[in-house]
């Protein structure tokens, strides 16, 4: 279910409202309002000011993009920009994001926007993409395609079930989170490539117990490497494009892993003075 961006402002909270599993005193209490006076702005008895609508886009952690539609559904001005990350306003922003990147070479590290479109990656990203059809390269390159289509790495993925159950159960809370219609229609495509993998054993947990992480194991030309993975997002974005922007970074699981890319971004280094 998606708030239609042109319904009234009273019906697109008591979406968002009922997205979040809140009851109108749940919320009436977070935000500090009466519940008489929410009931009256859900129904359009009463119309909220702009200050009324931020405070219960926040408490109901809607996204920016979607905070727009609220605040013009009531009838005032978008507050939100969105800037790709190469305009020339963005400039300090994509520095950021790149000095980020780069720091965790020799390890692979990227961007995503809020559909999973790569927007920057560090160079240790290319060595998880050696055998991947050209076609999945063409931009906008969305980096779940390249992770589960047979295409791409899925048949070099060692403990592919695993990975792609992670996967898409990120997804899967996105747009529970989101409803975007866009990741809904990914998840659908996605689901629909199936689950054929190598037929290499999963890694089992210890002791019959769930592992606290998964990794992300992968054959590659330095040999099999182990990765585990975390999302690092910004903290307080002013613009919708940082707000749905996530760092992916893949931290080595083993030694062998970190030695393996050490060495082989040490080489080039050494040829090169």
């Given at each position: 279910?998606?708030?239609?961006?042109?319904?009234?402002?009273?019906?697109?909270?008591?979406?968002?409202?009922?997205?979040?599993?809140?009851?109108?005193?749940?919320?009436?209490?977070?935000?500090?309002?009466?519940?008489?006076?929410?009931?009256?702005?859900?129904?359009?008895?009463?119309?909220?000011?702009?200050?009324?609508?931020?405070?219960?886009?926040?408490?109901?952690?809607?996204?920016?993009?979607?905070?727009?539609?609220?605040?013009?559904?009531?009838?005032?001005?978008?507050?939100?920009?969105?800037?790709?990350?190469?305009?020339?306003?963005?400039?300090?922003?994509?520095?950021?994001?790149?000095?980020?990147?780069?720091?965790?070479?020799?390890?692979?590290?990227?961007?995503?926007?809020?559909?999973?479109?790569?927007?920057?990656?560090?160079?240790?990203v290319a060595l998880l993409l050696d055998g991947v059809d050209a076609a999945l390269l063409v931009p906008p390159v969305n980096a779940l395609r390249l992770a589960l289509d047979p295409r791409g790495m899925a048949p070099r993925i060692v403990n592919f079930a695993?990975?792609?159950?992670?996967?898409?159960?990120?997804?899967?809370?996105?747009?529970?989170?989101?409803?975007?219609?866009?990741?809904?229609?990914?998840?659908?495509?996605?689901?629909?490539?199936?689950?054929?993998?190598?037929?290499?054993?999963?890694?089992?947990?210890?002791?019959?117990?769930?592992a606290l992480v998964v990794p992300l194991v992968v054959e590659t030309r330095l040999g099999t490497l182990s990765f585990i993975s975390t999302t690092t997002v910004f903290g307080t974005p002013v613009d919708i494009t940082l707000a749905e922007l996530a760092l992916?970074?893949?931290?080595?699981?083993?030694?062998?892993?970190?030695?393996?890319?050490?060495?082989?971004?040490?080489?080039?280094?050494?040829?090169?003075?």
């Amino acid at each position: 279910m998606t708030a239609p961006s042109a319904a009234p402002v009273g019906a697109q909270l008591r979406h968002w409202r009922m997205r979040r599993r809140l009851s109108q005193l749940e919320l009436a209490l977070a935000a500090e309002v009466s519940t008489r006076h929410l009931s009256c702005l859900e129904t359009g008895r009463a119309a909220p000011s702009r200050e009324m609508v931020l405070r219960l886009a926040r408490r109901l952690e809607v996204p920016l993009r979607e905070r727009n539609g609220l605040l013009t559904a009531a009838g005032f001005a978008p507050m939100f920009a969105a800037r790709p990350l190469d305009d020339p306003a963005m400039a300090a922003a994509r520095a950021v994001v790149e000095r980020v990147l780069r720091a965790h070479e020799p390890f692979p590290a990227l961007a995503v926007d809020r559909h999973w479109n790569v927007v920057v990656q560090n160079p240790a990203v290319a060595l998880l993409l050696d055998g991947v059809d050209a076609a999945l390269l063409v931009p906008p390159v969305n980096a779940l395609r390249l992770a589960l289509d047979p295409r791409g790495m899925a048949p070099r993925i060692v403990n592919f079930a695993a990975w792609r159950a992670h996967l898409l159960g990120r997804l899967g809370e996105q747009i529970a989170a989101s409803g975007d219609e866009a990741l809904r229609a990914l998840a659908d495509e996605l689901a629909a490539l199936g689950g054929a993998g190598p037929s290499a054993p999963e890694q089992a947990s210890t002791a019959g117990e769930p592992a606290l992480v998964v990794p992300l194991v992968v054959e590659t030309r330095l040999g099999t490497l182990s990765f585990i993975s975390t999302t690092t997002v910004f903290g307080t974005p002013v613009d919708i494009t940082l707000a749905e922007l996530a760092l992916e970074s893949f931290f080595p699981a083993d030694a062998a892993t970190a030695a393996a890319l050490q060495d082989a971004f040490a080489a080039p280094a050494a040829a090169a003075r």
